[in-house]
């Protein structure tokens, strides 16, 4: 029998969007998973970036971009995680070294010797990824610059390696120096971090803001590691971060990890709303299950890209980092207020009413309404989702495979036969793409793009659409046009952000 959600669960606004400063929140937090970093890394990188700030001297203006550069800093990590792993092999443990280096790799003032161009490229993805999200959520010019430019250097020698000196934001700076007090002093202790930072004054960042902070780095480090949480000050934020925005600017930056997953978490969640819709429940509570849906993936960041692309069955020790993904969504709860309870529906998109599901284990009244619902959504769009190792699974197998599963007592039937019955009303209706800007995108150019957005390669565009590799070359060169950008990644943020895909 369906069990509604406790009554003290309900008491959340009605509305669907989140504040801007929430948004920021969740996208450092898949950050900091992207990292293989603990998930208070951006949150204590903030406060380091505001403090050191604020200590040499710049305008609130200037401390308000550098916290907020800090928790968007790994915003376009999700965007570039198979070329990570092109480059190595492990994007998670991959970035993890990076940052633990004491010789950055992204990092070379003779530049006799050119960066590899994996470097580039990854470097490429991200910096155009972060610096439109930062537009996308309406930040600050000066926030939005620096992201774009995050890997740049004083001395000319960080990559792209296009700016440097004054030329490069001082957020960046900021950024960079208070990132590695916060690395290094972990992992090496405050006096080995200190003499670190001072080799890399005048090459990664600017003597003065070295000389500013190292009389005060012991100070500020005992604060940082005090129970009283210190970086909670960041979230007084101004009135430009505390308007609304829609949620699925997160659902999209989580689905950018895996290009097979395009569109994957707004799947989710549009069904899972019109499941409660179908079921009776209230508007309240269809909000939540749809934001639910929207973040249910926020854990998978933490997965590397090799373990997502494998073919079933997986290997046990596989298998145990994928049992994290619920757990990790449900840790989000604890950093991002706004989205508490829709963040713990969320970690129940694993979960399974026979006990069998993962990462709790719970069963039946246990489960929440809106986690069961999304569960069931979940299970559905990810049966009708082709993977790198096989095609999406038929309508009439899916619904096979679903019957199955309520039989065995693993959905409830009523959830099922709700959701079953949107799918096909679904199916019957199929909505043309929005028209978009003054600049329309032509039919064909849409097929490119869609192409594009799951990750096919030229070659394969072609061979679908039975046109010239030239042809999609020649689409792809005016769609770059048309959404203002310049990889494929960002074609595919933009053209989900709009509504295109």
Known sequence: MLQPCRPDAISMPNDIDITVFDAIRALAFIGDLSMGQPTDHSLRTAWLAGTIAAAAGCEMRQVEAARHVALLRWSGCTANAQEFTDFLDDDIRGRQALLAARKSRMHQPNRSTPLPVGILSIAKIHCEIAGDIANLLGLSPDAEAALRSVFETYDGGGVPGVLQGKDVPLATYVVALASDIEVFSRLYGLEDALALVRGRSNGLYPSFLVDASLPLASAWMT?????????????????????????????????????????????????????????????????????????????????????????????????????????????????????????????????????????????????????QIVAAAEQWVSHRTRRPWRPELTEVQALDSMTKDVAAGRFDHAVVSALLTCVLERETARVAAPAHDDQPISQRELEVLRCISLGDNTKQIARALHISPRTVRTHVERLFLKLNCSTRAAATLKASTRGLI
């Open 223 to 371: 604060e940082l590691d005090s129970p009283a949480e210190p970086w909670a000050d960041v979230a007084e934020q101004p009135a430009s971060v505390q308007r609304r925005i829609g949620l699925e600017l997160v659902g999209d930056v989580i689905d950018l990890k895996l290009p097979w997953m395009t569109g994957y978490s707004r799947r989710v969640a549009k069904l899972a709303r019109d499941c409660c819709a179908r079921i009776g429940l209230d508007e309240p509570r269809r909000h939540r299950a749809y934001k639910a849906g929207l973040i249910h993936g926020i854990g998978r960041p933490a997965v590397p890209v090799a373990i997502w692309n494998a073919p079933e069955p997986l290997p046990a020790s596989s298998l145990e980092r994928l049992r994290l993904v619920p757990y990790w969504t449900s840790r989000a709860a604890r950093h991002i207020e706004g989205l508490a309870v829709e963040a713990e529906f969320a970690s129940f998109a694993f979960e399974r009413r026979d006990g069998s599901g993962y990462f709790r284990g719970r069963s039946g009244a246990e489960m929440p309404l809106e986690g």
